[in-house]
């Protein structure tokens, strides 16, 4: 027994564990990799939410805005309304439209350009201002977790603990109402 507790004691004991400290030499500890990754994640988010919160614009700004939303509209509506015209007055609308064959080739072209453009670079825009919402809900969510993880209880069963509310069927009280009300509902059969 003797000799046991020796070689036990030294692999094992004094606070050191010569099996994982070799390890550890070779390998990476996968635990500490996800929190030097977590840790990246959430700043490089955060990051990326502060440099577009705050934003001060002016009333010039706020003017291009309003004009920007026009174009869609208005040619949707339009186009509802060359019909409308055609179906209340089909000599107008035929004079119209022959006014329209005239228009060259290049002209169409040009405006095509300006059409796709218009919309390539919306398209774009809205596209940058999701993924910027995306970072900052990221970022929202971490902080909310960080927030939970630090009021957690340690120790033994940590992380498995039942709230109050959520361990009685019927009571309520947690973040789904969809799962409140099937509760109340398998409480009421």
Known sequence: MGLIDRVVGTVFGSGANVVVD????????????????????????SEFAAEFQNRDR????????????????????????????????????????EGMALVPEPLWWL?????SFYFGARH?????????????????????KSARDASAPSGPGRGFA????????????GDNPALDAWRQGADGQ
Not at 30 to 40: I, Q, T, Y
Not at 69 to 79: D, E, K, S, Y
Not at 124 to 144: D, I, P
């Open 111 to 115: 405006l095509g350009a300006i059409v």
């Open 124 to 144: 774009q825009s809205k596209g940058q201002e999701f993924r910027r919402e995306l970072a900052e809900s990221a970022v929202m969510a971490a902080r909310r």
């Open 22 to 45: 070799t390890v550890g030499a070779f390998r990476e500890n996968a635990e500490n990799a996800a929190v030097r990754d977590a840790s990246l994640r959430e700043n490089a988010l």
């Open 162 to 173: 039942v709230p109050a509310s959520d361990a009685e069927p019927g009571r309520g009280g």
């Open 58 to 97: 002016g009333a010039f700004d706020r003017f291009m805005d309003g004009m920007n939303r026009v174009p869609r509209p208005a040619m949707a509506l339009g186009t509802l309304g060359l019909f409308v015209a055609a179906m209340v007055d089909p000599v107008w609308f035929g004079a119209r439209m």
